[in-house]
């Protein structure tokens, strides 16, 4: 989701990390593989480099937050005859709205608003085409190509021949967008477009620092900050899109961890706090230990 920086990683120059941060995890008191959570962003970035490919040796699978599924949403994503999800945007937002609607085509309209969050969020997507209407996706700093994030891991896992699985379902992510609150998704929806238009460098820069650097907890609360102006919005986002789905992932992940060794890839956000996955497995009976691992030499 770059447009809302939830994961964004641009850089303002060609600044390549030759580590990355990570977790090692292991089932305490106990001869068993250890596994690697490796926090990230979902899309390649500008400045962020894959794992090296050995990180992958003698691993079980790779679990994202979420893969593609057969499942039809489609019945999350309409809403009844004559909703008029767009009414309440000013003009601007609503022809940048309307043109992400008609790009994506997701299902017939009227949209809900998830149908809504999920139009725009799929408009912006790479490799996709830019949609006509919407403004161009920021441009690639030169000499800092965009790698990393969830496609490089999977063609990691793909050439040693790993499985590549999902610790929620695609239904599962948009319910816990749902819970939200259909007035809290508009606003989030709203939010995402002005970021869109305007776009923010310095936080994105402090964003990816942060990362980098391992500081999850002050990404969490730079990706939380621009929500601050936009009353309840900041804590219906951090309970139905991050602490909610971390509980789910950690006790998923405790169901698996103590037989499988696993490259495990979540949102950096995910990471932070005593309500993220490394705290909540470590509650949970797990040694996690916070490390540095190699990246990918770059091509």
């Known amino acids: 989701m770059r447009w809302l920086l939830l994961l964004a990683l641009l850089l303002p120059g060609p600044v390549l990390a030759e580590t990355l941060p990570a977790f090692r995890v292991t089932p305490a008191g106990r001869e068993a593989p250890a596994s ?15 794992p090296a490919p050995e990180a992958f040796e003698g691993r079980a699978a790779l679990l994202l937050e979420s893969v593609e599924d057969a499942e039809d949403v489609g019945d999350l994503l309409r809403a009844p005859p004559g909703f008029a999800v767009l009414d309440p945007f000013p003009p601007a937002e609503r022809r940048l709205l309307e043109a992400a609607i008609a790009c994506t085509r997701l299902v017939p309209e009227p949209l809900s608003p998830l149908g809504l969050f999920l139009a725009l969020l799929a408009a912006t997507q790479p490799p996709a085409a ?17 790698a990393g994030g969830d496609p490089a891991l999977r063609e990691l896992a793909r050439r040693r021949g790993l ?40 936080l994105e ?30 804590q219906a986002f951090a309970r139905q899109m991050l602490d909610g789905r971390n509980a789910v992932m950690a006790r998923r992940l405790a169901q698996r961890l103590p037989r499988e060794s696993l490259v495990i890839a979540i949102g950096a956000a995910h990471a932070a706090g005593p309500s ?6 470590r509650r949970a009976g797990f040694r996690v230990e916070a490390v540095r691992i190699p990246a990918a030499p770059l091509e």
Do not use: N
Request: aromatic share 0%; charged share 15%.
């Open 36 to 50: 690697l959570l490796i926090p990230s962003s979902h899309q390649p970035e500008p400045g962020l480099l894959p």
């Open 205 to 234: 820069v402090r964003m990816a620092q942060a990362l980098l650097a391992g500081d999850f907890d002050r990404l969490r609360a730079q990706l939380l900050a621009p929500m601050a102006a936009e009353p309840g919005l900041a």
């Open 276 to 281: 993220g996955v490394p705290a909540l497995l």
């Open 163 to 202: 499985p590549i699985q999902g610790l929620e379902t695609r239904r599962e992510m948009l319910l816990a967008v749902r819970g939200m609150g259909g007035d809290a998704v508009l606003r989030l929806v709203s939010l995402m477009a002005r970021q869109m238009r305007q776009g923010d460098p310095v």
């Open 130 to 146: 830019p949609c006509p209407g919407l403004p161009a996706p920021p441009a690639t700093p030169e000499g800092a190509p965009a």
